[in-house]
């Protein structure tokens, strides 16, 4: 049982890095001028929702197999999501939003955001990595 | 469908712009326009309504019986015209299916079922395809069909046979008003665009009658000659390049036939774009005033550039303005030269385009931002060289802008010159001096004078204008610059200038001040920019630009030149404050490249010399423009497209806005911007959305009703946005009648959303202007919205909610339309909640623009209407930009990161503007990346690429350049107190918006608190417990407080969210000398006006008087005063005023006779009166939107609005300026 909630998780987690490396990709697109904020802003808002879908599938499963660290370590980052999803204005297109991007530095502070989240998921995965091998092991 | 007699003459510089390869470009966007274009012929309901309005257009229609007869006639006349008309007229649908126009004509029966078998209909419209064949049988509709196809048979065979012909269908398919135009030869019928639409831009729209006239006559006797000359020639170039030579052959042939004043006009007309000397001091508005004068009737909106021409017919009453351009066959030639050139630029680079024809329509955005990036020297250079010399065979000194020969010498200018930094349009610190006194010999001493400028010479080896810049110096080194001198604020009461406060200049030595771009276009907070964003933090003073950049100029050089010099990395234009490290190299000031300079760049056509690339215009002037060549171009320019939306529901009707609407249009029809092949449509709405078709050769127009609302469709694919010229009688007519159509309507719904949806439908293949009337909230269909106001919480002092938009319908729709370079410009007059907050994204994000016009009445408010009429009359007169976008580089270590304006900001640095126009005004905010500590100078630039209402595209470009300092008090010293102001409110609004309003006040106290903190910390010597402000920002906190008690920032005063929002936007959007009119309104005393210190302008005296404190304690009831709020003028009259004066001013015997309503002087022979209106004038000479008059009497219900202005009082929700003075010195000693 273990060991199949960890090769979920490592699943879901492989999937959120390549959504962080996409984000990155895309966002640094934009700052080169290689597409423009209206196609970068709908691509990547498409993907907001499944991200914080992702991430909080994960970190309810570790609730519920009581893997209480795992769970504290993601809580944050799933708060994060979720509350980012529900402070967009009213009036805006959605996280990212065209008319803003280039404003006050926002497509820089989105830039750092994808990268700590990289580097969130990178940890998670060699943790969930390795606690699918003890798993494994212990069965 | 007709090509009557409304044709217009196609041979316009748009026409020219289509030469060589952009067709080639067009074609991916091409495909885009046809999905628009073609699928909607079918599909027409006819709901039941539709009955109701006919019996209004009966009426009309004996008159026009004759038009098919009348536009007969030229057709026959005129093979070459009358085919290409007819092809695509009479067979639209044929031209979007089959490219090759020749093979045949079919009926437009026909082609209707043909084009329904093409392409491919949703269930929807095929179903509708019946109904839309029977509506318009039944409307009389087919029988001027078939008339019209018989006609189109005849000339489809001259189509066939016409040599300009070649490729000419595939250019049509994608783009179809230009081809039109370009194979069009007009004849009598509308000659006068011919000349017209060639110079774009500088004619703004009103063309003088009897110069029109003139352009008749002398268009059609040189044409005729001119068209065969100009085919043998260019035939082998291809059917583009046909067009354009055919005019300048035409011009050229026409320099000797014409009569001195038709060549005057163009002459004149060119100049005032060219005119590259600064010989008239550019300056100040109240010069404007003075052209604009004797101009036949232009009126205050064609502000600046037709001040210029309008003194081509007379030319004698305008000596000033034109002297030196005098010389009718010289300039004749000129303007053939230009077209020459121009119709090289064409050609050469017609190869380069084929490259991205394969682009598809997303791509298409980006190259166009390539387009300005992309090398475009390099490619055209060699080829247009030659066709250069083939063709005007060394003409070139002749050349346009050049031509501007008349051009100063050096030397002679500098007089002028100099004065110009300093005087424009603000009069100089001395009391006496007066601005409108021209070019004088100001000459003041600069105070803010101060060392640091040594650099300079490092900085400039090789150029020669060195050795008189050091002479300069040595004025530099006084103790103190004046705007250091500490001010204690607390004490010194009488900190406002006498007259309006000038810009500080920046601290240059004296040839680079000369040439930097003037403070009203371009204006940086700190005119002393700080060494590092260490010391820039320190000065707690936002560092940032404020930008006019389509600002009416009287005088701007045009440069038309085969090569646009600029820097191979950043892309700079070459500009004044380059440096020449010798002959062949110049070196950037952006971004240090070493560039080489082209061949052709060291001819100077000004003194016909070589070897004087430093001599040149680009290089003389900071503010210039470049006539692009199609580099700069994803397609052929487009023409002006104008699309009425309207709002027709009950609540509309009762306000009576239509009328208004209507009538202002009627008038200025023929004055809007455009040429030969101005487009314009109207769409009205209430819970339906009704179209009308405005086709050439209907009887009387034609409405079109949908009511499918949630999937809205255009009930017809043409027709709908019709040529201006071929329908005009239509298009007066449906005005005539538009205001009485509905007054009996019941509808209360208003379907906005679906009518934006159906305008943007309409305008995406061309692009254009969507001029958007609301007068409530929008209750039907998408982007419907709900009332979010509670008035209880009008003058909560706490939380203002709901400043942000309640849905993304309208930004999305905006970016939408910005894609498709359609710019959406709202007018809300409405009396109730509307919302403002989420309609204003339509505009904001499309580069439109928002009128608002609170509790709206035709007639119970007539201060509204007449506000709205004058607004109106600009809007519709004022230039336009179209498929504009604008870029500001700085140099290298500077970095932008916020914009505020009305635009999208499509990539980093790149402002994407469907549609400019000279009332925007735009700011950024930078911040300093890098130390410029091995820098002595920064500079600016803005570049707008814009195509022009007569079809050019054409690039304006402003440079400024402002010294680094690196101490504290050298940035103090500099600082530009009112930019400071407008960045800040800028800044505000943005932080109200994303976060609270308390917030931004909070913000707001905080900058002004830390700045002086700051200051007097470095100021050692002070005393800590007085509160000084250096003498540059002596009356910083005074504006801010102005800003707290604005509409938009005040808290505890009831004030209507709409208001309020409507403030923000103005903020946002305006440019910054009417910002600050609107933040510090200026009050004169009026009742006692004398001639001391009076100026002349024109001859007539316009009295002085002082600015006087905005304070109750300075009104008096023996007195009477004017405020001039930017855009509207109070005149408060006291009760003991003195009787004199209400009788001569105001024609009224005393002062309880004057009406409560009173929007007019009259004009009285007595003094006072004359001195008063000769005043006001000169106030609303000064700016471009002519301001409302109100007359208000103590017991008169605008009372309020007057006093809330006065903001040094106190009121129950606000601080008094001195309390609020006192406020700050504590905060600061605590």
């Given at each position: 049982?273990?060991?199949?909630?960890?090769?979920?998780?490592?699943?879901?987690?492989?999937?959120?890095?390549?959504?962080?490396?996409?984000?990155?990709?895309?966002?640094?697109?934009?700052?080169?001028?290689?597409?423009?904020?209206?196609?970068?802003?709908?691509?990547?808002?498409?993907?907001?929702?499944?991200?914080?879908?992702?991430?909080?599938?994960?970190?309810?499963?570790?609730?519920?197999?009581?893997?209480?660290?795992?769970?504290?370590?993601?809580?944050?980052?799933?708060?994060?999501?979720?509350?980012?999803?529900?402070?967009?204005?009213?009036?805006?297109?959605?996280?990212?939003?065209?008319?803003?991007?280039?404003?006050?530095?926002?497509?820089?502070?989105?830039?750092?955001?994808?990268?700590?989240?990289?580097?969130?998921?990178?940890?998670?995965?060699?943790?969930?990595?390795?606690?699918?091998?003890?798993?494994?092991?212990?069965? | 469908?007709?090509?009557?007699?409304?044709?217009?003459?196609?041979?316009?510089?748009?026409?020219?712009?289509?030469?060589?390869?952009?067709?080639?470009?067009?074609?991916?966007?091409?495909?885009?326009?046809?999905?628009?274009?073609?699928?909607?012929?079918?599909?027409?309901?006819?709901?039941?309504?539709?009955?109701?309005?006919?019996?209004?257009?009966?009426?009309?229609?004996?008159?026009?019986?004759?038009?098919?007869?009348?536009?007969?006639?030229?057709?026959?006349?005129?093979?070459?015209?009358?085919?290409?008309?007819?092809?695509?007229?009479?067979?639209?649908?044929?031209?979007?299916?089959?490219?090759?126009?020749?093979?045949?004509?079919?009926?437009?029966?026909?082609?209707?079922?043909?084009?329904?078998?093409?392409?491919?209909?949703?269930?929807?419209?095929?179903?509708?395809?019946?109904?839309?064949?029977?509506?318009?049988?039944?409307?009389?509709?087919?029988?001027?069909?078939?008339?019209?196809?018989?006609?189109?048979?005849?000339?489809?065979?001259?189509?066939?046979?016409?040599?300009?012909?070649?490729?000419?269908?595939?250019?049509?398919?994608?783009?179809?008003?230009?081809?039109?135009?370009?194979?069009?030869?007009?004849?009598?019928?509308?000659?006068?665009?011919?000349?017209?639409?060639?110079?774009?831009?500088?004619?703004?729209?009103?063309?003088?009658?009897?110069?029109?006239?003139?352009?008749?006559?002398?268009?059609?006797?040189?044409?005729?000659?001119?068209?065969?000359?100009?085919?043998?020639?260019?035939?082998?170039?291809?059917?583009?390049?046909?067009?354009?030579?055919?005019?300048?052959?035409?011009?050229?042939?026409?320099?000797?036939?014409?009569?001195?004043?038709?060549?005057?006009?163009?002459?004149?007309?060119?100049?005032?774009?060219?005119?590259?000397?600064?010989?008239?001091?550019?300056?100040?508005?109240?010069?404007?005033?003075?052209?604009?004068?004797?101009?036949?009737?232009?009126?205050?909106?064609?502000?600046?550039?037709?001040?210029?021409?309008?003194?081509?017919?007379?030319?004698?009453?305008?000596?000033?303005?034109?002297?030196?351009?005098?010389?009718?066959?010289?300039?004749?030639?000129?303007?053939?030269?230009?077209?020459?050139?121009?119709?090289?630029?064409?050609?050469?680079?017609?190869?380069?385009?084929?490259?991205?024809?394969?682009?598809?329509?997303?791509?298409?955005?980006?190259?166009?931002?390539?387009?300005?990036?992309?090398?475009?020297?390099?490619?055209?250079?060699?080829?247009?060289?030659?066709?250069?010399?083939?063709?005007?065979?060394?003409?070139?000194?002749?050349?346009?802008?050049?031509?501007?020969?008349?051009?100063?010498?050096?030397?002679?200018?500098?007089?002028?010159?100099?004065?110009?930094?300093?005087?424009?349009?603000?009069?100089?610190?001395?009391?006496?001096?007066?601005?409108?006194?021209?070019?004088?010999?100001?000459?003041?001493?600069?105070?803010?004078?101060?060392?640091?400028?040594?650099?300079?010479?490092?900085?400039?080896?090789?150029?020669?204008?060195?050795?008189?810049?050091?002479?300069?110096?040595?004025?530099?080194?006084?103790?103190?610059?004046?705007?250091?001198?500490?001010?204690?604020?607390?004490?010194?009461?009488?900190?406002?200038?006498?007259?309006?406060?000038?810009?500080?200049?920046?601290?240059?030595?004296?040839?680079?001040?000369?040439?930097?771009?003037?403070?009203?276009?371009?204006?940086?907070?700190?005119?002393?920019?700080?060494?590092?964003?260490?010391?820039?933090?320190?000065?707690?003073?936002?560092?940032?630009?404020?930008?006019?950049?389509?600002?009416?100029?009287?005088?701007?050089?045009?440069?038309?030149?085969?090569?646009?010099?600029?820097?191979?990395?950043?892309?700079?234009?070459?500009?004044?404050?380059?440096?020449?490290?010798?002959?062949?190299?110049?070196?950037?000031?952006?971004?240090?490249?070493?560039?080489?300079?082209?061949?052709?760049?060291?001819?100077?056509?000004?003194?016909?010399?070589?070897?004087?690339?430093?001599?040149?215009?680009?290089?003389?002037?900071?503010?210039?423009?470049?006539?692009?060549?199609?580099?700069?171009?994803?397609?052929?320019?487009?023409?002006?497209?104008?699309?009425?939306?309207l709002d027709v529901s009950h609540n509309a009707v009762e306000a009576g806005y239509l009328t208004i609407v209507c009538q202002s249009l009627l008038e200025n029809l023929d004055k809007l911007p455009g040429d030969s092949r101005t487009r314009i449509g109207f769409i009205t709405f209430d819970s339906t959305v009704q179209f009308y078709n405005l086709q050439e050769g209907l009887s009387q127009p034609q409405m079109l009703i949908v009511s499918d609302i949630d999937d809205i469709f255009l009930p017809t694919p043409d027709s709908l946005l019709v040529n201006l010229h071929e329908s005009k009688e239509l298009i007066k007519?449906?005005?005539?009648?538009?205001?009485?159509?509905?007054?009996?309507?019941?509808?209360?719904?208003?379907?906005?959303?679906?009518?934006?949806?159906?305008?943007?439908?309409?305008?995406?293949?061309?692009?254009?202007?969507?001029?958007?009337?609301?007068?409530?909230?929008?209750?039907?269909?998408?982007?419907?919205?709900?009332?979010?106001?509670?008035?209880?919480?009008?003058?909560?002092?706490?939380?203002?909610?709901?400043?942000?938009?309640?849905?993304?319908?309208?930004?999305?729709?905006?970016?939408?339309?910005?894609?498709?370079?359609?710019?959406?410009?709202?007018?809300?007059?409405?009396?109730?909640?509307?919302?403002?907050?989420?309609?204003?994204?339509?505009?904001?994000?499309?580069?439109?623009?928002?009128?608002?016009?609170?509790?709206?009445?035709?007639?119970?408010?007539?201060?509204?209407?007449?506000?709205?009429?004058?607004?109106?009359?600009?809007?519709?007169?004022?230039?336009?930009?179209?498929?504009?976008?604008?870029?500001?580089?700085?140099?290298?270590?500077?970095?932008?990161?916020?914009?505020?304006?009305?635009?999208?900001?499509?990539?980093?640095?790149?402002?994407?503007?469907?549609?400019?126009?000279?009332?925007?005004?735009?700011?950024?905010?930078?911040?300093?990346?890098?130390?410029?500590?091995?820098?002595?100078?920064?500079?600016?630039?803005?570049?707008?690429?814009?195509?022009?209402?007569?079809?050019?595209?054409?690039?304006?470009?402003?440079?400024?350049?402002?010294?680094?300092?690196?101490?504290?008090?050298?940035?103090?010293?500099?600082?530009?107190?009112?930019?400071?102001?407008?960045?800040?409110?800028?800044?505000?609004?943005?932080?109200?918006?994303?976060?609270?309003?308390?917030?931004?006040?909070?913000?707001?106290?905080?900058?002004?608190?830390?700045?002086?903190?700051?200051?007097?910390?470095?100021?050692?010597?002070?005393?800590?417990?007085?509160?000084?402000?250096?003498?540059?920002?002596?009356?910083?906190?005074?504006?801010?407080?102005?800003?707290?008690?604005?509409?938009?920032?005040?808290?505890?005063?009831?004030?209507?969210?709409?208001?309020?929002?409507?403030?923000?936007?103005?903020?946002?959007?305006?440019?910054?000398?009417?910002?600050?009119?609107?933040?510090?309104?200026?009050?004169?005393?009026?009742?006692?006006?004398?001639?001391?210190?009076?100026?002349?302008?024109?001859?007539?005296?316009?009295?002085?008087?002082?600015?006087?404190?905005?304070?109750?304690?300075?009104?008096?009831?023996?007195?009477?005063?004017?405020?001039?709020?930017?855009?509207?003028?109070?005149?408060?009259?006291?009760?003991?005023?003195?009787?004199?004066?209400?009788?001569?001013?105001?024609?009224?015997?005393?002062?309880?006779?004057?009406?409560?309503?009173?929007?007019?002087?009259?004009?009285?022979?007595?003094?006072?009166?004359?001195?008063?209106?000769?005043?006001?004038?000169?106030?609303?000479?000064?700016?471009?939107?002519?301001?409302?008059?109100?007359?208000?009497?103590?017991?008169?219900?605008?009372?309020?609005?007057?006093?809330?202005?006065?903001?040094?009082?106190?009121?129950?929700?606000?601080?008094?300026?001195?309390?609020?003075?006192?406020?700050?010195?504590?905060?600061?000693?605590?």
């Amino acid at each position: 049982m273990e060991s199949v909630v960890f090769i979920f998780s490592l699943i879901d987690c492989c999937a959120l890095i390549f959504l962080a490396v996409y984000f990155i990709i895309t966002l640094s697109d934009l700052e080169c001028d290689y597409i423009n904020a209206r196609s970068c802003c709908s691509k990547l808002n498409k993907w907001v929702v499944p991200e914080l879908i992702g991430h909080a599938i994960v970190t309810v499963l570790m609730l519920i197999s009581l893997h209480w660290f795992i769970f504290l370590l993601n809580l944050p980052v799933a708060t994060w999501n979720i509350y980012r999803f529900i402070m967009v204005p009213s009036g805006n297109m959605g996280v990212f939003d065209p008319t803003e991007i280039h404003n006050r530095g926002q497509l820089k502070s989105h830039m750092k955001e994808a990268m700590i989240k990289l580097g969130f998921h990178l940890l998670c995965f060699f943790m969930y990595l390795y606690s699918m091998i003890l798993a494994l092991i212990n069965d | 469908m007709s090509a009557p007699a409304g044709l217009p003459p196609r041979p316009s510089a748009g026409a020219a712009a289509y030469a060589g390869g952009p067709a080639e470009v067009a074609a991916p966007q091409a495909g885009a326009l046809r999905r628009h274009n073609g699928p909607v012929q079918s599909p027409m309901q006819f709901p039941s309504g539709y009955g109701l309005h006919p019996p209004n257009y009966s009426v009309l229609s004996g008159r026009y019986s004759q038009v098919p007869n009348k536009a007969v006639s030229p057709h026959l006349d005129n093979q070459y015209r009358a085919s290409y008309h007819s092809t695509y007229y009479s067979a639209p649908a044929q031209n979007v299916m089959t490219p090759s126009v020749a093979t045949n004509v079919l009926n437009t029966q026909e082609s209707q079922q043909l084009y329904n078998k093409t392409s491919p209909q949703t269930a929807g419209s095929t179903e509708g395809l019946t109904q839309g064949a029977i509506s318009s049988a039944s409307y009389l509709h087919t029988s001027a069909q078939q008339s019209y196809s018989a006609f189109g048979n005849h000339y489809s065979t001259s189509v066939s046979s016409s040599v300009a012909s070649q490729g000419f269908p595939l250019n049509s398919d994608h783009y179809t008003m230009p081809v039109v135009s370009s194979a069009m030869y007009p004849t009598v019928s509308y000659p006068s665009a011919a000349i017209d639409s060639v110079y774009g831009q500088v004619y703004t729209s009103q063309s003088l009658p009897d110069v029109g006239q003139f352009k008749q006559t002398n268009t059609f006797s040189s044409q005729s000659t001119a068209v065969p000359h100009s085919l043998q020639q260019h035939v082998p170039v291809g059917y583009n390049s046909t067009l354009p030579t055919v005019s300048s052959a035409q011009s050229v042939q026409d320099s000797l036939s014409r009569n001195l004043t038709g060549s005057l006009t163009k002459a004149n007309n060119q100049i005032s774009t060219g005119g590259i000397d600064s010989l008239q001091p550019v300056q100040s508005v109240s010069q404007k005033a003075q052209f604009t004068k004797p101009g036949v009737g232009t009126a205050a909106s064609s502000a600046a550039t037709s001040s210029m021409r309008t003194p081509a017919p007379g030319l004698s009453p305008e000596p000033r303005s034109t002297p030196s351009f005098t010389q009718s066959p010289e300039s004749a030639l000129q303007e053939g030269m230009q077209y020459g050139g121009y119709v090289n630029n064409q050609a050469s680079s017609a190869p380069a385009p084929l490259s991205s024809s394969s682009d598809d329509e997303e791509e298409d955005e980006e190259d166009e931002e390539a387009a300005i990036d992309s090398s475009s020297t390099t490619s055209s250079a060699s080829p247009v060289l030659n066709n250069y010399d083939a063709l005007e065979g060394g003409g070139y000194p002749e050349t346009r802008s050049v031509t501007s020969s008349p051009v100063p010498a050096p030397s002679v200018p500098q007089p002028s010159k100099t004065s110009k930094p300093f005087g424009y349009g603000y009069p100089a610190l001395q009391p006496g001096y007066q601005n409108a006194t021209p070019p004088a010999p100001v000459q003041p001493s600069n105070p803010g004078h101060h060392p640091g400028f040594q650099h300079y010479q490092q900085q400039y080896p090789g150029v020669n204008q060195l050795s008189s810049s050091l002479g300069g110096l040595s004025l530099q080194h006084s103790q103190q610059p004046e705007s250091l001198r500490p001010v204690n604020l607390t004490q010194d009461r009488n900190i406002l200038p006498v007259s309006s406060l000038p810009a500080p200049v920046p601290n240059l030595n004296s040839d680079l001040r000369k040439l930097n771009c003037s403070p009203d276009s371009f204006r940086c907070t700190l005119t002393n920019v700080p060494q590092t964003q260490a010391l820039l933090n320190k000065a707690k003073l936002p560092l940032g630009l404020l930008l006019h950049p389509f600002r009416d100029l009287t005088q701007l050089p045009v440069i038309t030149s085969s090569t646009i010099v600029r820097c191979r990395s950043c892309r700079t234009y070459i500009n004044p404050f380059v440096s020449f490290i010798d002959q062949r190299r110049w070196k950037c000031n952006l971004c240090y490249r070493v560039n080489d300079v082209p061949e052709e760049f060291m001819y100077n056509p000004l003194t016909r010399s070589y070897g004087e690339p430093h001599k040149r215009p680009e290089v003389q002037n900071s503010t210039v423009e470049f006539i692009a060549s199609s580099d700069y171009m994803l397609r052929p320019p487009q023409p002006a497209v104008y699309l009425f939306v309207l709002d027709v529901s009950h609540n509309a009707v009762e306000a009576g806005y239509l009328t208004i609407v209507c009538q202002s249009l009627l008038e200025n029809l023929d004055k809007l911007p455009g040429d030969s092949r101005t487009r314009i449509g109207f769409i009205t709405f209430d819970s339906t959305v009704q179209f009308y078709n405005l086709q050439e050769g209907l009887s009387q127009p034609q409405m079109l009703i949908v009511s499918d609302i949630d999937d809205i469709f255009l009930p017809t694919p043409d027709s709908l946005l019709v040529n201006l010229h071929e329908s005009k009688e239509l298009i007066k007519d449906l005005l005539n009648a538009l205001p009485n159509m509905f007054t009996n309507t019941r509808e209360t719904h208003s379907a906005l959303g679906p009518a934006l949806q159906a305008a943007f439908k309409l305008m995406s293949p061309t692009g254009g202007r969507i001029s958007v009337f609301q007068t409530q909230l929008p209750s039907l269909g998408a982007g419907l919205l709900h009332s979010r106001e509670d008035p209880n919480q009008r003058s909560s002092t706490t939380v203002v909610q709901h400043l942000g938009p309640a849905t993304d319908f309208y930004k999305k729709l905006a970016l939408d339309c910005s894609g498709q370079q359609t710019a959406v410009d709202l007018f809300l007059l409405s009396s109730q909640y509307s919302d403002l907050a989420s309609l204003a994204c339509m505009s904001k994000y499309s580069a439109g623009c928002i009128y608002y016009y609170p509790s709206f009445h035709h007639i119970h408010n007539p201060a509204q209407a007449e506000k709205l009429q004058k607004d109106l009359k600009r809007y519709l007169t004022r230039k336009i930009g179209f498929e504009a976008v604008m870029r500001i580089r700085c140099t290298k270590g500077l970095s932008i990161h916020t914009f505020h304006g009305n635009f999208f900001v499509r990539s980093t640095d790149l402002l994407s503007l469907a549609n400019i126009n000279p009332d925007a005004g735009f700011a950024v905010q930078m911040s300093i990346e890098e130390s410029l500590t091995d820098t002595s100078l920064v500079c600016f630039q803005t570049a707008l690429l814009y195509t022009s209402s007569k079809g050019e595209r054409r690039i304006r470009v402003h440079t400024l350049c402002l010294p680094v300092v690196n101490s504290l008090a050298d940035v103090y010293a500099g600082a530009d107190v009112q930019a400071v102001v407008c960045l800040l409110a800028n800044m505000a609004v943005d932080r109200s918006v994303s976060s609270s309003l308390a917030d931004a006040r909070d913000a707001l106290v905080n900058a002004v608190m830390d700045s002086l903190e700051a200051y007097m910390s470095t100021a050692s010597n002070l005393q800590q417990s007085v509160l000084v402000a250096p003498n540059s920002l002596k009356l910083f906190p005074l504006y801010v407080l102005a800003l707290l008690k604005q509409k938009a920032f005040r808290t505890g005063t009831s004030t209507r969210l709409d208001d309020r929002v409507y403030a923000m936007c103005q903020m946002k959007s305006q440019p910054l000398v009417h910002l600050m009119k609107m933040i510090h309104p200026n009050m004169y005393r009026i009742d006692k006006l004398i001639d001391e210190s009076a100026i002349h302008v024109n001859d007539k005296v316009v009295p002085q008087p002082p600015i006087q404190k905005l304070s109750a304690e300075k009104l008096t009831r023996e007195g009477a005063f004017l405020m001039d709020c930017g855009s509207i003028f109070y005149i408060w009259i006291g009760k003991n005023c003195n009787n004199n004066f209400i009788k001569d001013v105001l024609g009224y015997p005393n002062y309880a006779s004057v009406p409560q309503k009173m929007t007019q002087l009259p004009e009285a022979d007595a003094l006072s009166s004359e001195r008063t209106r000769s005043f006001i004038s000169w106030l609303r000479d000064s700016r471009p939107l002519s301001p409302v008059l109100q007359v208000i009497k103590d017991e008169n219900p605008a009372k309020t609005d007057f006093f809330q202005h006065l903001i040094e009082d106190r009121t129950e929700a606000a601080f008094s300026y001195y309390e609020f003075l006192l406020q700050i010195q504590q905060q600061i000693c605590k």
